[in-house]
């Protein structure tokens, strides 16, 4: 029933921008704390970013560190990924993640049963 909706991928030049967006429906229960993966063809999903439940705490993969940046929303239980001089390296799927507990920085794993996924957005870079 809970439900992460993901937003605002597409194609971009090298050095370029773009700001995803993720809301969560279905989840009455609190405050979920909110993070990214993302996923190349062929490749394993990893986690990129993640963000506290207070928004006060904000981590980052050294794939990214420096140049993303993870906030949260106004509304409840929803996230932004602001990603900045983008190469081609960050052409992936990206997918937005919420816990429930859990959400220190070695709590982000792709195979952890206690996430709750969005159904992904595509991300193009062109060098």
């Known amino acids: 029933q809970v439900r992460l909706v993901e937003s605002g991928g597409g194609s971009v030049q090298a050095g370029g921008s773009l700001r995803l967006s993720c809301t969560v429906s279905g989840y009455t229960m609190g405050t979920l704390c909110m993070g990214w993966f993302r996923q190349a063809p062929g490749e394993a999903r990893k986690w990129i970013a993640g963000?506290?439940?207070?928004?006060?705490?904000?981590y980052y993969h050294d794939a990214v560190e420096g140049r993303f940046t993870i906030s949260r929303g106004g509304a409840k239980n929803s996230a932004f990924l602001k990603m900045d001089r983008l190469n081609a390296d960050d052409s992936a799927t990206y997918y937005c993640v919420a816990r429930a507990a859990g959400c220190i920085l070695q709590d982000w794993r792709a195979d952890s049963k206690n996430n709750y996924w969005g159904q992904g957005t595509q991300v193009t870079v062109s060098a």
């Open positions: 963000i506290s439940k207070r928004g006060d705490d904000t």
